[in-house]
């Protein structure tokens, strides 16, 4: 095959048996790779509604056909399964260089299955798989067994395992990959966990072969062009990393503060990508080839929490700081490390920790439960809490089981900012409205990047929309949820959209797999996975009631700022998006629009 | 400091002690950093008519001030030592990861002194330094020492050591660093043997701090557009590796064949940068902050020739394909592969086989000293030498002393195709006239990266000159040495200069280091540098009688192809050199030229 390696590793844990099986290439047209084939596959594979932490929940890490070549920041591999957090079916997807890694030790997936007995990894090498004990390895960091793991297998492997927090199956528990790159929302990490694989390296000596070496040659170095060209892509992500949005967002007044109870954080200027940059700021790190290299290495000297690690994240910088009312940058570093040694998702830490903070503040938890004083603002308590979440210790075994299980525990489950029990990132739907109908309709509950509608509502990228508007909405989230599932199950990082579009893509796939359609047939394809993740969910159990919003969200005003007085118009959206997308009023897809998707 | 970190490490190895210096402001602004700073300690510290195997010469490890920044491919450091080879300076430049790491471990250089007792390797983490005992590491492979020192040390640290030939001072022994990148020529890991250290391994959390943040990030943008707008370090480089040459220079008749004694190769398309491409590429690998990937991951599965490494370039594949009269791609790779794990400079190797393979069919050594025949296009005998050169053993022993050496030992050093007893590359002068002065001038002997004329000669970059005339040749030489030298001293790789020019480095190093210069003060930066290196050569015992070229490039024409009937017509270019370089007719600088650059 072309662009695809055409094989797929199966391991049975239980068992202690794998096998080589053949891509289906047909099915891999129809759902590309990465995302949208891992989820045909747990979608034909699993029973919906089986408990996610059961050995019957099945685990798939998957590239897509652009992973490993030249094609711009295609180094993306996704770890797709069903969700201990929402129940919903999880892909989450990362970088670095073990998605590329893994197609060169010859494979375009692995399909974990079952329970291991005792703690295990796998070592993959051109072909060879070995399972191997790894009870040494268990309760680890991800950095002390990503080290481990090289040193017992090959100098050169590139590993993604699970620290602590996946061992003790936190709920929102990620995979980390490369030491600093993680699979990081849903709790992908959790069923890791659950299955007793700490880890799996991959090493090879393998290339992918190209369908037309040279119209791909053209299109890389178009997509290459357009990146420079671009001054996202330039400048804003290599300068200042995915934090550069503090002061946008901020400015905008939808930067979530104090776990969304306003949307203007007075500190935002000290925990800015520009701030990160004047006094943290190492150097870059791009993931296997980026031309963006928008990661971030850090040092923070301050002894009470020194680090050397990459990150905060644009999204971690928020949840572990404006969203806990901290502004203290060093803090927030530390709580960033922690969560990738740990192996915590750190949207979900953070934004945990800060309804647990508004639970404190509101009397509902007091110091007996949590051990100490739990306040928005303390920079020393949310590191702590961070840490004890990893272990599970004290408090943190509640706050684990991710915010809506905890605030439900002590009878307030409306203070869990979260759709289907994910935690929100870091932009306040009400004051924009496409981004509120988006975490509303998101597969795998409150999610930015299953279409990024930031970038039209308050980037202007392609053209500027009115945030507050809801016009139109429904149908911009659609075709961005579609051509982000393309891009996802591509294999390519979503950030090459600030300056590609699906012509180019198709033009990368085109090349690379010799796959022909025409634009229409891309988005469609993206369709058909957005639907295919539908279904999924409708059998899982969740129906039309779930693509709702917090209360806050829907009812609350936001108190001040630029979007002073806005809450999400959900009702005037949802109906015309079920509408568009070919839904009934329930939310599920008709037989038409199955047929045209070939989803019958 | 701005730019440079501001730090020398100073290790005396007899002594086992070591120290951390200042840098010298003034003298960094006048000699850049790397080569030319290098070079300035090194002429200042040892007595250029010192053994070079001698505990009394010292080996420089010099970075640049853009090592390590974000400036386009900015990875470079530089090994500068007196050539065991040649007796000049030397002055050998590698890319990879080691470089940068190096100035985050805390220091701009690192200068070697004297001799350990036993075998030793360096740790340098974040300023900290430890010499170690390495006796377990002698006699390794330069794959094997890599690993063990990153296990006995960090497993982010980055390591550059010699292999075998290292240990057993081959007179030209590399130093490899990152396991695939060589400071290749001249002979500088048998200093690093010499002086008993089999390894430097840094680490370090450190920045750079710049001059000017915003004017830096304007400069390398532009860098990177001119990158990817130029079609040899957008397409050529990146899709075909440097082996595009092979195609290109066997056209224009002047690809060296069986040892210079013809200039077109039967056999070029076998082992050209497309067939490379075509049948063992895997990928492409980029080195640090590297937009054009030129180096080559490859796959032989040839048993007899198995091997996955880096590899090979254009030189290695003509020095051992061509220059060997073999066109076996596989055996090429692999004797590239050796040259890698054991710490040889695959050019010095190639040409000293083919030498020897001309002795041998003349007759003037036989099967009884070499062991077995020594046949020009034998593939075998050529991948067999290259290990035993890298163990000394046999003949190999012989051929570890270089070409001129070997030969002159068998009573015809006029077949040793070497200027200053270094092996020349993969052009011949013959049939690009400004070449053949350049080799002639070269401060380290034979060398075509001190001056690379065939991008104006034969790839026609900036402007296309006739490569038969001689006309101009020795201003266009001057020019381009001077550059050169600005380029190796700032950090950054040669091959940015097919797309940029003085004005855009010029650009990153004033806004790297805060230097105010003029693009005329930068190339009298490179001119003094040059003259530096000329006066250490002068003081060594080096005259105008060793600005020569081998007898066959003098008086031997070309015997067919485009370039038939050609000889180098240095006497009309040297004196004309000779002169624009502000020397007497002895090849010594006047007075006023020395004044004029500040080295009086």
């Given amino acids: 095959m072309k662009g695809w390696i055409g094989k797929i590793l199966r391991v049975n844990l239980t068992k202690g048996e794998w096998k080589s099986e053949d891509l289906d290439k047909s099915l891999a047209e129809k759902f590309i790779g990465g995302r949208g084939l891992g989820s045909k596959i747990l979608y034909d594979e699993i029973d919906p509604k089986v408990d996610p932490l059961s050995q019957d929940n099945k685990l798939v890490l998957a590239t897509g056909p652009l992973t490993g070549t030249s094609a711009s920041a295609a180094g993306r591999y996704m770890a797709i399964t069903k969700s201990p957090l929402t129940g919903t079916i999880a892909c989450s997807n990362s970088g670095g260089h073990f998605g590329a890694e893994m197609k060169f030790a010859g494979f ?63 709920r929102f528990a990620c995979i980390i990959n490369d030491k600093h790159r993680a699979a990081g929302r849903s709790g992908v990490g959790a069923v890791m966990g659950s299955k007793n694989l700490k880890a799996v390296a991959v090493k090879g000596t393998g290339s992918i072969t190209l369908a037309d070496k040279e119209a791909f040659r053209k299109a890389t170095l178009d997509g290459f062009q357009k990146i420079e060209a671009n ?106 490390y922690l969560c990738d040694i740990l192996g915590l998702d750190p949207i979900s830490t953070g934004v945990t920790i800060a309804c647990a903070m508004e639970l404190f503040e509101r009397g509902i938890i007091s110091s007996k439960e949590v051990g100490r004083p739990l306040n ?22 509640a706050l684990a089981e991710g915010s809506y299980r905890m605030a439900e525990r002590f009878g307030h489950p409306e203070y869990s900012i979260s759709v289907k029990k994910q935690e929100f990132p870091a932009y306040d739907g009400r004051g924009a409205q496409g981004m509120g109908l988006q975490y509303a309709t998101s597969n795998r509950g409150a999610c930015h990047v299953r279409g990024y509608m930031t970038s039209p509502e308050i980037l202007g990228n392609p053209v500027k929309l009115d945030p507050f508007e809801t016009k139109d909405k429904a149908q911009w989230d659609k075709t961005f949820q579609d051509l982000t599932a393309v891009v996802d199950s591509s294999g390519i ?68 700022g630029p979007a002073k007085g806005k809450v999400v118009e959900l009702d005037k959206m949802l109906p015309e998006y079920y509408q568009l997308r070919g839904w009934d009023k329930d939310g599920i897809p008709t037989k038409e629009k199955l047929k045209e998707l070939g989803l019958e």
Wanted: net charge negative; hydrophobic share 40%; glycine share 10%.
């Fill in 376 to 397: 928005f603002g303390d920079a020393d308590v949310m590191v702590e809490m961070v840490r004890a979440i990893g272990y599970r210790e004290g408090f943190g075994d």
């Fill in 231 to 336: 001054p996202v892509t330039s400048k804003g992500l290599p300068t200042y990393g995915t934090a550069i949005l503090v002061n946008i967002i901020n400015a905008s007044g939808i930067f979530p503060t104090r776990n969304f109870q306003e949307s203007v954080f007075e500190g935002a200027e000290k925990i800015s990508g520009e701030m990160i940059a004047d006094r943290i700021l190492v150097r870059n790190r791009a993931c296997f080839a980026c031309p963006i290299g928008c990661g971030r290495v850090v040092k923070v000297t301050n002894p009470k929490y020194e680090c050397f690690s990459e990150g905060p994240e644009y999204e971690s910088d928020w949840s572990m700081g404006a969203c806990c009312g901290v502004d203290n940058l060093d803090a927030i570093a530390k709580g960033n």
């Fill in 108 to 170: 375009d997936m692995i399909i974990l299955e079952g329970k291991s007995r005792g703690p295990v990894y796998l070592y993959v090498e051109d072909g060879k798989v070995e399972i191997r004990e790894a009870k040494h390895l268990w309760g680890k960091t991800t950095h002390e067994a990503t080290d481990k793991v090289i040193l017992e297998t090959d100098m050169d492997a590139k590993v993604a395992c699970i620290g602590p927090a996946g061992d003790k199956q936190v």
């Fill in 493 to 560: 990082c979503l950030f090459n959209t600030f300056a590609l579009g699906g012509a180019e893509i198709l033009e990368y796939l085109k090349a690379a797999t010799g796959v022909k359609m025409d634009l229409g047939e891309l988005m469609r394809t993206g369709e058909r996975i957005w639907n295919l993740e539908r279904l999924f969910n409708l059998r899982s159990g969740l129906s039309s009631k779930d693509d709702t919003l917090p209360e806050r969200l829907l009812r609350e005003p936001i108190p001040s």
